[in-house]
């Protein structure tokens, strides 16, 4: 079903199930007797890094399908920025990978909600998700 104007309710689960990996890893690696304790670090940052490199993806499908020739190469060259800060992420220390993908992920959140091409419901949905991404990933420096 179309709903142009309401957010499609599997774009709301979906976006929302994504929250879950941060929540239990950014928990696990304050909880030591939780499983992948001593993992729970390193993984929270690989998947921050794959979420953030979505983001990514993401825009460089809006800029295709909006065929603005006169903005085409300055949309697709922000529209990998998230993978390369990702990828960044993962070469550094754990503090700092966890800083910058959080950096990353509030870079990215008020881009997006200035972002025209993407339905208003997306909008409304990357601040709450980018909120739970960005504290999990804050929590873990912490643990």
């Known amino acids: 079903m179309n709903q142009p104007h ?3 309710p599997a774009a709301r689960w979906l976006g929302f199930a994504g929250l ?3 929540a239990a890893f950014a928990l696990a690696g304050l909880w030591p007797a939780a499983p992948f304790h001593a993992a729970a670090p390193a ?3 690989a ?3 794959v979420i953030l490199s979505f983001l990514g993806g993401v ?3 809006l800029a295709m399908a909006a065929a603005d020739p006169a903005r085409l190469a300055a949309r697709l060259g922000f529209s990998v920025l998230p993978s390369l800060l990702a990828w960044v ?3 550094l220390p754990r503090a700092a990978g966890l800083s910058l993908l959080a950096a990353g992920f509030v870079l990215m959140l ?3 909600l200035r972002l025209a091409g993407a339905p208003a419901w997306y909008r409304r949905l990357r601040l709450p998700l980018s909120a739970g991404a960005v504290g999990a990933l804050l929590l873990a420096l912490v643990s």
């Open 20 to 22: 879950l990996p941060f």
């Open 89 to 91: 992420g993962l070469l």
């Open 6 to 8: 309401g957010m499609p």
């Open 43 to 45: 993984v929270l940052l």
């Open 59 to 61: 825009r460089w499908g």
């Open 110 to 112: 008020v881009a997006d």
């Open 47 to 49: 998947y921050g890094a």
